[in-house]
């Protein structure tokens, strides 16, 4: 069944915290509550540093199937101090499912996502995510997902949904299937972060030999074989 809707969840709940001045140096919560305040404040840069993967996607290749806007998809992922940026979001054409195709520049270590939306029904109601599937439709979907997060509703972006780090430590494509909401027709999303590292994809030059094995000089008239070498980078 599309979206598993009906069916028990695979995966138990990801643990849900509440972004704090130090989450930006890995500090963990317990309840899903922020118990920081006796901890020095971190300055908002240094929290809207966590955030940066936005920066690691390559925009050229980047997707998003059922949006009601063509290019509006894109505009939810950007920099952690704009969330709150209201003119720019994406809402949902046919029903309440959206699917974001995002490949990355690089390799990722995923370690936590945002969910902003609405203070309505639109808001997402469950999130699926699924690694390294490029051009991934509707109909690819039907298969499990690398791990599932009911949502909360989230209208200032302060909610981090925490992915399980083994099974995210590689990604050079990520797909986001927002499969339901809280009821409305339509699905609306004003800001997706992504928080984790980047590394740099390594581009090896290979090299094939191309020869002949050695022939019996009776059979052929080869006075000499020249290799041939093919270089893919």
């Known amino acids: 069944m599309r979206g598993g809707v009906g069916a028990p969840d695979p995966f138990p709940p990801a643990r849900l915290r509440r972004l704090c001045p130090a989450m930006a140096h890995g500090h963990g919560h317990g309840g899903g509550g922020c118990r920081c305040g006796a901890e020095r404040e971190e300055p908002p840069e240094r929290r809207g540093l966590a955030w940066g993967l936005y920066l690691r996607i390559d925009r050229e290749r980047l997707q998003c199937l059922n949006e009601r806007r063509e290019g509006s998809g894109a505009l939810v992922f950007r920099a952690w101090e704009d969330r709150g940026d209201r003119s720019q979001f994406v809402e949902s054409d046919d029903d309440e499912e959206l699917l974001f195709n995002i490949p990355f520049t690089g390799n990722v270590k995923l370690k936590?996502?945002?969910?902003?939306?609405?203070?309505?029904?639109?808001?997402?109601?469950?999130?699926?995510?699924?690694?390294?599937?490029?051009?991934?439709?509707?109909?690819?979907?039907?298969?499990?997902?690398?791990?599932?997060?009911?949502?909360?509703?989230?209208?200032?972006?302060?909610?981090?949904?925490?992915?399980?780090?083994?099974?995210?430590?590689?990604?050079?494509?990520?797909s986001i299937h927002i499969s339901k909401n809280f009821g409305a027709e339509t699905t609306k999303i004003f800001y997706i972060g992504l928080r984790g590292e980047w590394t740099e994809a390594h581009r090896h030059e290979v090299t094939i030999c191309n020869y002949e094995a050695s022939a019996n000089p009776a059979d052929h008239k080869i006075d000499q074989i020249t290799p041939e070498t093919h270089f893919i980078s």
């Not at 945002?114 to 699924?130: A, K, N, Q, W, Y």
């Open 112 to 174: 936590g996502i945002i969910v902003m939306g609405e203070d309505d029904d639109t808001h997402p109601s469950e999130m699926r995510l699924f690694k390294n599937i490029p051009h991934m439709s509707f109909d690819d979907t039907a298969r499990e997902p690398d791990q599932v997060f009911s949502l909360n509703r989230d209208l200032t972006g302060e909610l981090e949904y925490a992915t399980k780090i083994a099974r995210f430590s590689n990604v050079y494509h990520l």
